[in-house]
Nanobody, 116 residues
């Protein structure tokens, strides 16, 4: 099993920045891609950004040019640098690890609130 713990959320003014971290523990060798998702009140959970073991990245159109995902494979930690934050970015952000078994493992989520 893999456990994920997110940190770095909080309250920030519009235009500000936050950096989220997600540390994996447990059977870290079973992890393939890692990613960040978010869920705003009343909305479905959506992919924000993902990164493979090899470093290939994918971003939602709404965050391209503002957010950057990176990964430390040795530590099995993934980061999400969020710049130029907007009120629409307000959501609970979840880390996810895609495992070689085909299953996924989720973190508990961290709240990001952007004030206008």
């Amino acid at each position: 099993q893999v456990q994920l713990v997110e940190s770095g959320g909080g309250l920030v003014q519009g235009g500000g920045s936050l950096r989220l971290s997600c540390a994996a523990s447990g059977r870290r060798s079973s992890i393939n891609a890692m990613g960040w998702y978010r869920q705003a009140p009343g909305k479905q959970r959506e992919l924000v950004a993902s990164i493979t073991t090899g470093g290939s990245t994918n971003y939602a159109d709404s965050v391209k040019g503002r957010f950057s995902i990176s990964r430390d494979n040795a530590k099995q930690t993934v980061y999400l640098q969020m710049n130029s934050l907007k009120p629409d970015d307000t959501a609970v952000y979840y880390c996810k690890a895609d495992l070689i078994t085909g299953r996924g493992s989720w973190g508990q989520g961290t709240q990001v609130t952007v004030s206008s």
